[in-house]
């Protein structure tokens, strides 16, 4: 069965604090995703890669950075947490493909900045 | 850029009620369209796609067609069930990428 683990399903950390969400997957998928879901929203791409040590902007990446130093392994980092970036944060993975394929989500992480 | 616009929400219906939610879309060139589900406290899940023009995605009852003179991928569903009950995003893809564009989700409450 396929699986995209997200380490925490809640966090609670306080403003200012460096704050890391992990993300693995096990399928050996190329491509992995961070999105964040906010009511009326829906979801929005922060960062994508396609390789590792590769990283591309998405829509909103201010305040975020991205590491992914393994294939399995896809991290994000909010340098310096703020209130307006609670939010729940979604992981993706998808292989490498010329097709659209279908992308395969974590259980999410609910982060509360207080 | 690409753009997806689900119909406002959230919809309650009742058990085996008939649903649709509607969704709409602007891309260039022949992008693919889902539809996820998001079921309380989980991740998203792929419900079903179409890739191409007047393609017909189906699964669990639900059905979309892919219109692409109106810009269009409605969910539909004859009767609803309970455990229906969800947030369901639309999306679409580029054929040249693998990123997702979401809609704003809608949420689905069914009622006994």
């Known amino acids: 069965d396929v699986k995209v683990t997200q380490s925490s399903r809640y966090l609670v950390k306080r403003t200012g604090e460096k704050v890391f969400l992990e993300c693995v997957q096990d399928?050996?998928?190329?491509?992995m995703f961070w999105y964040r879901q906010d009511p009326g929203l829906g979801l929005r791409l922060i960062y994508f890669?396609?390789?590792?040590?590769?990283?591309e902007k998405g829509d909103i990446p201010e305040g975020y950075s991205v590491s992914r130093e393994k294939k399995e392994r896809f991290s994000l980092i909010l340098e310096s947490a703020s209130t307006n970036q609670t939010s729940m944060y979604l992981c993706?993975?998808?292989?490498?493909?010329?097709?659209?394929?279908?992308?395969?989500f974590g259980q999410g992480t609910r982060l509360t900045v207080v | 850029g690409d753009s997806v616009t689900q119909m406002e929400g959230p919809v309650t219906l009742s058990e085996e009620a008939f649903l649709t939610i509607n969704c709409t879309y602007t891309?260039?060139?022949?992008?693919?369209l889902f539809w996820y589900v998001q079921y309380p406290g989980e991740g998203l899940q792929l419900l079903l796609k179409a890739t191409k023009a007047d393609d017909k995605g189906s699964n669990k009852g639900f059905e979309a067609t892919y219109r692409k003179e109106t810009t269009s991928f409605h969910l539909e569903k004859g009767s609803v069930q309970v455990s229906d009950s969800a947030v369901y995003f639309c999306?679409?893809?580029?054929?040249?990428?693998?990123?997702?564009?979401f809609g704003e989700g809608t949420q689905l409450t069914v009622n006994p």
């Open positions: 999306a679409l893809m580029k054929t040249s990428g693998s990123r997702l564009t």
């Open positions: 399928m050996d998928h190329e491509n």
């Open positions: 890669s396609y390789d590792v040590k590769m990283k």
């Open positions: 993706a993975s998808s292989p490498a493909s010329n097709r659209a394929t279908e992308a395969f």
């Open positions: 891309a260039t060139g022949y992008p693919s």
